[in-house]
């Protein structure tokens, strides 16, 4: 199957957070107690029974009093994920065939390694320390449907649909670089930015922690190569050298 | 709307001013991006950046209450820039009639039209009237050159509206302006349309209908009305707020807009002698000059067989207002307060946050013997007698609470703001105890008969001889749906073509075969139509869901049903010229085919193609049988100069009720003259005090929604998942007045204005900026109206900012004014 | 019959085996994490299980490590010029007919390994209470998280040699783990020094 992607484009989006009610309601999650600090955006981050958000990012204006810009938010089922590379349950993050990078609580035993695997910061934990993230509505685009929050995004500010033919949708639509084309081994949910990412508040380059790019390419094969061997080494002493003997014991024998 | 949701893919240019579709009807903006993406240009004027202004192309502020202003120099500038449709204007509208040579404006007057009385502060329109001929006919000149010709007129009132002044007024920087006027004007061409978006941003103004009046002139101007793309765009607050409107919602029009009767009309001949408008011209379609079918049909509806010609289709049972009585909210609410009413039925609102001055609204109800609250939930008003400042031991109102369904528990027509009445059905059953408003209304009217049969009373008939079928308990919609349509009570013969038109007894098939001889019903004349017959069967046509597009202009004519008679757009015979041929071939609503082929009998013959026209007449170029295109006015005209409203024949800017200078910058009247004054020299009632330019209160404050929540919240703040995107009262200012008032962001303050005050968290932002208003700095805030101290329990989420918001209302609609006020605002 | 002396006391040999089994256990649900071993289930359970396993071992095995501290860490840290000769014969491990110098009651590569233990024990534990109690600070889970594999990493490489020498390498010694007692010519010829210390 074709790879599926969200697409999102904050040139379209009027932060009207449809999406974020639209996820709430199909992903039955309650509701969190906010308070207003000051600002539209709310609440102020991901939290384990909030999925997805709209940020709400003011940037100086040269025509206008502000530039305004609403960006959503939510897990960006890497290819190359670092939730999952790093996660020690089997099972508790997979790859449905969509590509969607979904879970299983049931096989997650609650480590929290996943959180410092992931790039953008995206794995949260119920009260009792399951992962919970977006799943791209798993259940809902296995059926054929699209997820909940683009679905009702009025705008199409969050379209859903076969990744290559989204990216090069945008492209045409004069969109010269689609944020996360290739990040990652390419996300699915990509961003079809005006500007620089910096400016809607993504990093330009993201990446999976070095230390766990090295833990994965070194330490974890020496654990399993080192062992051997050391157990191999051993029995080489053994045979080729032998027991250690002793200076008398040597004498006697010789 | 004139036009609808979808069309607004078809414009060049969308102005957004007075709404902010993008956080209160954010579909709408589905189809604002879809134009955007064809190239067209999104220009939003707001004193506040909004979401919706986040996503302009252009945008430009001013300050709350001077739209006529900004408008006004529009107007200037495309008449200054040749930039108008001169064949459309001169042909469709009415600026080259000739005005009476006794009519004088503001410019000659200071800031009054002609015949201004200032005790009752009332205009005589004697003067405001057009010069005819002998045969009774507008006078005109066809060059528009004459001094005396409304177009001449109108460009020396606007005359005075120059860049310069109107940025000194609306704080708008000139070079903004100039550029959202050029921006606009560019629309005049025949290939290139504009349209209008409005909401309660231009209507709850001490000149609200002017706001509206002044842009329906541009619009005429620039001959955008009638085309696809185009047009005057209501957006409606609620999702049936449309239907409610031409159900008759307000004091003063039964369903179909026909006026309530008041008390000098006698006779049902008297009110139709008086209330039909006339024209002597005949090329003048002039279809309000069906009323009396109409109201007879409609008569005949309410009362049946009770309505006979011998006593006047039961006109006698209607109610009447006094002469010049007005009972719109201010003056119900005003009334309450003074103890004149025993008891209120609060249905579907929540006036305790929802009215204007609502400090003054709750304590009228205090005033009252009893309340029913119909309602999804309770609410501030339902609760009043434990609100702030209340002690429930000295309140004698005994309330009831009434729940309703939703409207997903239950089956009917919703109208949207493009006339599109669309049949809904029932989801789940109704919750608890709750049921729908139309099974209540139904218990409701039979035990109130039931007990006029019994004990009698002074004038029973209007109850007793009702029809009012509609089942015991629960209320079979369609049985309304179907009256609302009208029914042929007697055979219809067509006696020219000697052709039955409807069999007695059938679903009428529109309004154009209502009768004034009581030989038809109808509920409601602009509906007709909605529920209709086809192969002898009964059709609900708002049932429909054909997705068919032929034009591509996305009048998807076979979804649902619209009124009128499924017109998608309206004073559609504008949008083509004389002979019939769309002024934009590429968007064509209509045209003229004189070889058009009817597909029943195969023959060809001339017609209209496209959406449903404004009449079948041929087009204008013909002699004889040409019509003119706008056919709801009595001479056919578009009207540039418009003598049918209270406060003059154009829009004038005047201030509103409360604002930050003690003159107008234009004349020497500060306020609209002809708007009613609650309190004033003379006196009135604390509660409605008002305080104008006054150190006090130094900043301009507006009230408006959020995309999160609905109205006073009643159902939103109810929504855990809204709440959580919404949960408190804020207050919306400028880095710079913070800067002042060492507020930061997240700081709870007090905003106060002369009649209460709120707290609100302070939402510190560069979106306000403060405005050069004739030379000095004016500062802005704005607050949402969702919050109310009755739910969240824990008062967290604040009171409502109408606590806040003068008793002063349009001078035509009495729709009070809570976009423009003063305020002041301090650390908590 | 040879005379036995005793090498090792009855806690001593009891940490010895708390701290070998904890840290069997830590190993082998660490594979099962590092290699997604879902075969691990059939010894444990579940992987939740596992987990629940692993964090309570490794409080025992912190434990075990701190009281072996006692036992081994002053002697570990005491070198003589003999632990130089060892160390640069590399103990004798790669001749046949070696000639080391003479030992106290531990080796010099039995010092260093435990040496290593303590370090890298030390590391892992710290890490691993880490990782546990205080998730959310990515900065500290990445650095634990690193450290944690690298000190697992070495233990699995250090506890496979340590075994084989203890076994097959040198005969006789799992004795001094089993019983405490080694005979005492057997004592002499490995820990001369220490035989002498104690006036035999
Ligand atoms: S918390 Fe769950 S999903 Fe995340 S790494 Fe641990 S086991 Fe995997
Ligand atoms: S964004 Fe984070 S949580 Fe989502 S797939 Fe990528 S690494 Fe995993
Ligand atoms: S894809 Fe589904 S789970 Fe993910 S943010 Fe959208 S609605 Fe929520
Ligand atoms: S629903 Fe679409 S337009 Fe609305 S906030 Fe979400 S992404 Fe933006």
């Known amino acids: 199957m074709a790879r599926k992607a969200l697409l999102i484009s904050p040139e379209l989006c009027i932060g009207c957070r449809g999406c974020q009610t639209a996820c709430k309601g199909w992903n039955q999650l309650p509701a969190e107690k906010t308070k207003n600090t000051g600002s539209f955006e709310n609440p102020a981050d991901l939290t384990p029974i909030v999925f997805n958000k709209i940020r709400y990012v003011e940037v100086p204006s040269e025509k206008d009093p502000v530039r305004w810009l609403f960006v959503s938010q939510r897990c960006m089922h890497c290819d190359d994920a670092g939730c999952m590379k790093i996660c020690p349950a089997p099972g508790a993050l997979y790859k449905t065939k969509e590509g969607a990078v979904a879970f299983n609580k049931e096989k997650c035993i609650g480590c929290k390694l996943c959180v410092a695997g992931c790039p953008f910061n995206v794995p949260r934990y119920d009260a009792k320390d399951k992962i919970s993230k977006c799943n791209l509505c798993e259940d809902r685009i296995a059926a054929g449907l699209e997820p909940a929050c683009s679905k009702t995004c009025p705008t199409g500010a969050i379209k859903y649909g076969e990744r290559d033919s989204l990216i090069g949708g945008s492209k045409k639509a004069g969109f010269a670089k689609v944020y996360g084309d290739t990040d990652l081994g390419g996300l699915g949910s990509i961003y079809a930015f005006k500007d620089s990412p910096k400016l809607y508040g993504m990093e330009e380059n993201p990446q999976i922690p070095e230390s766990i790019v090295f833990w994965h390419k070194v330490l974890k094969p020496l654990a399993y190569w080192g062992v051997g061997g050391a157990v191999a080494a051993s029995l080489l002493h053994y045979v080729v050298i032998g027991p250690h003997k002793d200076d008398e014991e040597v004498k006697k024998d010789g | 709307m004139t036009n609808h949701w979808v069309d607004l893919k078809n414009a060049d240019v969308i102005l957004v001013m007075g709404s902010n579709p993008a956080e209160n009807h954010p579909i709408s903006m589905k189809w604002i991006m879809k134009a955007r993406e064809k190239g067209a240009k999104l220009v939003v004027v707001d004193p506040r950046f909004t979401r919706t202004a986040a996503r302009a192309d252009l945008y430009a502020p001013l300050r709350s209450g001077t739209d006529i202003a900004f408008l006004g120099g529009m107007i200037k500038y495309i008449l200054d820039n040749n930039l108008y449709f001169k064949e459309y204007v001169v042909n469709y509208t009415n600026a080259t009639y000739l005005v009476n040579p006794d009519f004088k404006g503001p410019a000659e007057l200071n800031g009054l039209f002609s015949g201004y009385d200032e005790t009752t502060r009332k205009y005589d329109k004697k003067t405001w009237s057009f010069q005819m001929d002998e045969k009774g006919l507008p006078k005109k000149d066809m060059t528009m050159k004459d001094p005396n010709c409304v177009f001449q007129i109108m460009k020396k009132h606007y005359s005075r509206y120059t860049p310069d002044k109107v940025s000194s007024i609306t704080g708008t920087p000139k070079e903004k302006l100039l550029e959202v006027y050029k921006a606009y004007g560019s629309t005049g061409k025949p290939n290139r349309v504009g349209t209008e978006l409005y909401a309660m941003g231009w209507t709850q103004h001490t000149v609200g209908t002017q706001n509206i009046r002044t842009m329906a002139i541009i619009q005429l101007l620039l001959g955008n009305i009638g085309m696809a793309g185009g047009g005057m765009n209501a957006l409606r607050g609620e999702s049936n707020v449309q239907g409610s409107t031409d159900f008759g919602l307000l004091f003063h029009i039964l369903p179909g807009y026909i006026p309530v009767p008041s008390a000098t009309l006698v006779d049902l001949k008297t009110y139709i002698d008086k209330l039909t408008p006339k024209t002597k011209d005949p090329r003048s379609v002039n279809w309000w000059g069906n009323r009396g079918k109409y109201i007879t049909s409609y008569l005949k509806s309410i009362y049946g067989s009770n309505a006979t010609k011998e006593n006047g289709f039961a006109y006698d049972y209607l109610p009447k207002l006094d002469e010049g009585m007005n009972a719109s909210w201010l003056n119900l609410f005003d009334q309450m307060y003074k103890g004149k009413f025993d008891g209120f039925f609060a249905w579907g609102q929540n006036p305790a946050c929802s009215g204007a001055n609502a400090g003054k609204v709750r304590t009228a109800l205090t005033k009252l013997k009893w309340m029913v609250n119909v309602n999804l939930f309770d609410n501030e008003t339902a609760s009043f007698w434990k609100g702030p400042g209340l002690n429930p031991k000295d309140i004698q109102t005994e309330v009831f609470m009434l729940p309703c369904a939703s409207s997903v528990e239950k089956e009917g027509s919703i109208t949207n703001s493009g006339r599109l009445a669309q049949w809904r059905y029932k989801a789940i059953e109704p919750i608890g105890q709750s049921k729908p408003d139309s099974d209540i209304v139904n218990e409701l009217f039979l035990r109130v008969k039931k007990m006029y049969q019994k004990q009698g009373g002074a004038f029973p008939d209007p109850i007793l001889k009702l029809t009012w079928n509609y089942g015991a308990k629960a209320v079979n919609t369609h049985l309304i749906a179907k009256e609302v349509n009208g029914y042929y009570i007697e055979e219809l013969v067509d006696k020219k073509a000697n052709k039955v038109v409807g069999k007695k007894g059938d679903l009428c098939t529109n309004f154009v075969t209502l009768q004034l001889d009581g030989t038809t019903s109808c509920g409601n004349w602009i509906y007709s139509g909605s529920y209709t017959m086809k192969d002898d069967k009964q059709v609900n046509m708002m049932a429909r869901r054909k997705k068919d597009d032929p034009t591509g202009l996305g009048l998807f004519s076979d979804w649902a049903w619209c009124w009128p008679v499924n017109r998608r757009i309206i004073y559609n015979r504008a949008s083509v010229n004389m002979e019939g041929k769309p002024w934009d071939p590429k968007r064509a609503v209509i045209k003229w085919n004189p070889n058009k082929l009817d597909p029943k009998t195969k023959k060809t013959g001339p017609g209209w193609e496209g959406d449903v026209p404004d009449g079948p007449a041929p087009p204008m170029a013909d002699e004889k049988a040409g019509k003119y295109p706008f056919i709801m006015r009595a001479d056919g005209m578009g009207a540039l100069f418009g003598p049918g409203l209270a406060d003059g024949p154009f829009p004038e800017h005047y201030e509103a009720l409360e604002c930050p200078l003690q003159a107008n910058l234009l004349s020497k009247q500060r306020v609209n003259p002809a708007i009613k004054m609650f309190f004033d020299k003379k006196g009135g009632l604390k509660e409605d005090q008002f305080l104008s330019c006054d150190m006090r209160f130094p900043y301009v404050a507006t009230t408006y929604r959020v995309s999160e929540h609905w109205q006073t919240g009643v159902l939103t703040r109810h929504l855990p998942w809204q709440a959580e995107l919404q949960p408190q009262q804020f207050v919306e200012l400028s880095e710079e007045l913070a800067k002042e008032k060492n507020i930061k962001s997240g700081d709870k303050v007090t905003v106060k204005s002369a009649r209460g005050e709120v707290w609100a968290i302070a939402m510190v932002t560069n979106r306000f900026k403060p405005f050069k208003v004739a030379n000095s700095t004016v500062h802005q805030v704005g607050l949402p109206w969702h919050f109310g101290w009755q739910f969240p329990e824990d008062g967290s989420g604040g009171d409502s900012s109408n606590l806040l918001t003068p008793t002063v209302g349009d001078a035509n609609t009495m729709i009070p004014e809570t976009k423009a006020f003063m305020v002041n605002v301090e650390k908590a | ?200």
């Open chain 3, 1 to 200: 019959m040879d005379k036995m002396i005793r090498k090792a006391g009855v806690f001593e040999i009891f940490n010895h085996w708390v701290l070998a089994i904890s840290c069997f256990i830590l190993a082998l649900t660490g594979y099962a994490f590092l290699f997604h071993l879902e075969q691990m289930t059939g010894i444990f359970g579940s992987f939740a299980q596992m987990k629940v396993i692993h964090n309570y071992a490794g409080i025992v095995f912190t434990g075990s490590l701190v009281i072996s501290i006692f036992f081994y860490l002053p002697e570990s840290l005491h070198m003589t010029g003999d632990d130089l000769k060892w160390l640069s014969m590399l103990g004798g491990y790669l001749s046949k007919h070696p000639h080391v110098p003479p030992m106290g009651k531990l080796n010099t590569g039995q010092k260093l390994a435990y040496l290593g233990l303590v370090v890298s024990g030390i590391a892992i534990a710290v890490s691993g209470f880490v990782i546990w109690l205080m998730p959310g600070v990515k900065k500290y889970i990445l650095l634990s998280h690193l450290a944690h594999n690298i000190a697992f990493d070495y233990i699995v490489f250090a506890v496979a040699a340590h075994i084989y020498l203890a076994t097959l390498a040198n005969p006789g010694t799992l004795r001094i783990m089993l019983s405490g007692t080694v005979p005492l010519e057997w004592a002499r010829k490995k820990s001369p020094k220490w035989v002498k210390e104690m006036g035999y």
